[in-house]
């Protein structure tokens, strides 16, 4: 079998579901959960969102033993700060990749998104701490630039690559087409949303055409339709890919953790 690698992303995107908000104790529990059953990289939130993010943040990193935390930021260095500060094994920076969110929302220029990246990369680098990058609404930017943002990225360090179907208008037969162009010179992870129904199989085919990191969420929970749900993820490729994580132990600590995310969703539930 592939070895492949999980990227959770429940504690950062999938509290965007309409309704959800996790208590301290509550992100422990998930994030313990989670590095006990062998997922590779937990995003553990977004420092930048305040002093109470930050102390989960902080009480997460000191809870999980294996997996790396992430912390999640947008490309700037008042958040990059936050994350190092809250101890963040991985720092990724969010870079809006489409023209249409660099104009509207940025409201800048493609050479602009570039200089802010690289003076955002020095600083990370300059503390000592890996590099990730993520294209955001990547699945509707202009290829070329998506080349010139992946050959920036690895020149300015990045370990990984996140290529981003930030509206969920992907399908897998486009996937295939738009994961294999991709270099192989960087690790890719691939991020997809469940608007048309297809973040599970979009992310298996991602997987298949090269990226190494899947992103998930328990149960598929997250904004709009949600993100990919890991244990379907992981029955879908049973026998073909293998992520070091235990099915069965998933399955049993399903309840536990289903009575933690339910009852903050219990209006969409």
């Not at 301290?24 to 989670?34: N, Y």
């Not at 260095?77 to 249409?100: E, N, T």
């Not at 085919?205 to 993820?233: M, P, V, W």
Request: glycine share 8%; with cysteine.
């Amino acid at each position: 079998m592939t070895n492949r690698y999980i990227v959770d992303t429940t504690l950062r995107d999938g509290e965007q579901s309409p309704g959800m908000a996790f208590s301290i104790r509550e992100k422990i529990t998930i994030a313990k959960a989670l590095d006990t059953l062998g997922v590779a990289r937990i995003e553990a939130g977004t420092p930048a969102m305040g002093r109470e993010e930050c102390r989960a943040f902080e009480k997460i990193k000191l809870s999980c033993k294996q997996a790396k935390i992430i912390g999640w930021n947008r490309m700037n260095r008042s958040d990059i700060s936050q994350s190092i500060g809250c101890g963040a094994d991985i720092i990724h920076v969010c870079v809006p990749a489409s023209d249409l969110l660099i104009r509207e929302k940025l409201r800048t220029t493609r050479g602009r998104v570039l200089e802010t990246l690289s003076a955002c990369a020095a600083a990370i680098h300059d503390e000592k701490r890996e590099l990730t990058i993520g294209l955001e609404d990547a699945s509707r930017a202009d290829w070329d630039f998506v080349v010139l943002l992946i050959e920036t990225a690895r020149d300015l360090g990045a370990t990984t690559l996140r290529f981003s179907d930030t509206v969920g208008i992907m399908s897998p037969s486009l996937c295939k087409a738009t994961i294999s162009r991709i270099p192989d010179n960087i690790d890719i992870e691939v991020h997809m949303h469940n608007d048309l129904g297809m973040a599970v199989p979009n992310s298996i085919q991602g997987l298949r055409s090269g990226a190494k990191y899947a992103d998930t969420t328990l149960f598929g929970i997250g904004e709009r339709a949600g993100n990919c749900n890991l244990e379907h993820l992981l029955i879908a490729t049973q026998g073909q890919l293998d992520f070091g994580i235990n099915l069965d132990e998933l399955q049993w600590r399903q309840a536990d953790l289903k009575s933690i995310i339910y009852k903050n969703n219990l209006a969409s539930a």
